[in-house]
């Protein structure tokens, strides 16, 4: 089974909600992970979250029906970070 990876932007004074920045599978995947890790963001495992996401187009907010999904990954991230 190919890696498949997306990245999630979200700017609470320009965004209506999270958008998805980045996406892909196999090498494309391999590198947005490389990138967040090169940058010390965090990442979370979740193969079924990100066989939605990657139905997002690039650069579009996430659908409403993700959005608890996508608050969770959010939560994650706050108490990883502390951010």
Same mark, same amino acid.
């Given at each position: 089974?190919?890696?498949?990876?997306?990245?999630?932007?979200?700017?609470?004074?320009?965004?209506?909600?999270? $958008?998805?920045?980045?996406?892909?599978?196999?090498?494309?995947?391999?590198?947005?992970?490389?990138?967040?890790?090169?940058?010390?963001?965090?990442?979370?495992?979740?193969?079924?979250?990100?066989?939605?996401?990657?139905?997002?187009?690039?650069? $579009?907010?996430?659908?409403?029906?993700?959005? $608890?999904?996508?608050?969770?990954?959010?939560?994650?991230?706050?108490?990883?970070?502390?951010?």
């Amino acid at each position: 089974m190919k890696t498949k990876a997306a990245a999630l932007r979200y700017d609470k004074k320009k965004d209506n909600a999270p $958008k998805v920045v980045a996406k892909g599978e196999g090498k494309v995947a391999e590198n947005i992970i490389k990138i967040a890790q090169l940058h010390d963001l965090p990442i979370r495992k979740d193969e079924d979250l990100i066989e939605l996401l990657s139905n997002v187009e690039l650069d $579009k907010e996430v659908p409403d029906a993700l959005y $608890k999904a996508v608050a969770e990954v959010f939560s994650f991230i706050y108490k990883t970070t502390k951010k």
